[in-house]
């Protein structure tokens, strides 16, 4: 199986066991805090990699040889795998210290761990992310004007957007968020304006859409038209506050929007998907209903009903 196609948790799995210290923390400031046990309190520390490779010596540990496999010492763990040992010697240590020592041994060994994990889990995240960035690229090539994108704004149809979402499942990218959009009165501008009108407020939407999608650095962003004045957006490997950034730009945009007879307003609901067993269409589901309440929301806000009929008064 390629790696474009392995799940997020699968190449963790893989790759974990390519990384050794040097590849997650800084050897010299991890050094000088062993070396600051050793000046300060006396603990005696060999640091190895996972095979037993001498990394570091900190203190006087005569003939002593590592041996990973029959006394492997304390172990630093990267997504379940160990990428090196800690051998430490209490000789040195005055008796009324060492239980205050064994502290702060113990939190060194939770700080580097803590870290060492967060600096894999980016520095994959990051291929992660280039892998999806060129399977988007291909993917926006073969759809550009062909009948995967949706005539009227170029933005993906149902069943392209449909694909891309079930892409994204299978690769059990999380966290994802999910945004639906719906067009608040697009039929009053269709009555009352003509399909002209109503269809050049549809591509306003759009475009708003996917401008502030790129505003926001978004590049593996997912945008359909689902429905007549209905879209949905999918931010791959999306935090919630920078997905609900997302929605907020996108609502201003569409009040900042100057013209004669439109005044786009539309309605959002924004919902993570955080666990890889979630369905997106129950997903998206919550985020309906979630749009709905903002819908609601907004069409009973005062001052509402005016900006939608401005363009009365014009004609």
């Not at 702060?104 to 990051?126: D, N, P």
């Not at 069943?159 to 945004?179: D, G």
Request: proline residues 3%; aromatic residues 10%.
């Amino acid at each position: 199986m390629s790696n474009k196609k392995m799940a997020f948790a699968q190449q963790l799995e893989q790759n974990s066991k390519n990384y050794y210290p040097k590849d997650l923390f800084d050897l010299d400031a991890a050094g000088d805090m062993l070396t600051e046990l050793k000046n300060s309190f006396g603990l005696d520390t060999i640091m190895t990699d996972r095979h037993g490779s001498i990394i570091m010596v900190k203190g006087d540990f005569g003939d002593f040889q590592p041996d990973v496999v029959n006394r492997p010492g304390n172990k630093i763990r990267v997504n379940g795998r160990t990428v090196c040992h800690i051998y430490a010697k209490y000789d040195n240590v005055a008796q009324e210290n060492i239980a205050a020592v064994n502290r702060l041994f113990g939190a060194y060994m939770q700080t580097i761990e803590g870290f060492s994990e967060k600096s894999f889990l980016a520095s994959e995240q990051a291929l992660y992310i280039d892998e999806l960035e060129q399977q988007a690229e291909k993917e926006a090539d073969q759809a550009k004007y062909s009948v995967q994108t949706d005539p009227l704004t170029g933005l993906l149809n149902r069943n392209y957007f449909i694909s891309h979402m079930k892409q994204l499942a299978e690769r059990e990218v999380v966290p994802t968020a999910a945004i639906c959009v719906n067009i608040n009165d697009w039929r009053f501008v269709d009555n009352n304006y003509g399909e002209e009108e109503s269809d050049r407020l549809i591509v306003a939407v759009a475009k708003i859409l996917t401008d502030k999608a790129e505003e926001c650095g978004f590049e593996n962003v997912v945008i359909g038209r689902v429905e007549g004045d209905v879209f949905y957006v999918l931010l791959p490997l999306t935090e919630e506050e920078d997905a609900k950034a997302y929605c907020a730009k996108i609502q201003q945009a569409c009040l900042d929007f100057e013209d004669e007879k439109l005044a786009p307003s539309i309605a959002v609901g924004c919902v993570m998907k955080t666990n890889v067993e979630e369905n997106f269409k129950e997903v998206f589901s919550d985020a309906e209903y979630v749009m709905l309440e903002n819908k609601f929301e907004i069409k009973n806000a005062p001052g509402y009903r005016e900006r939608l009929e401005k363009g009365l008064k014009k004609s």
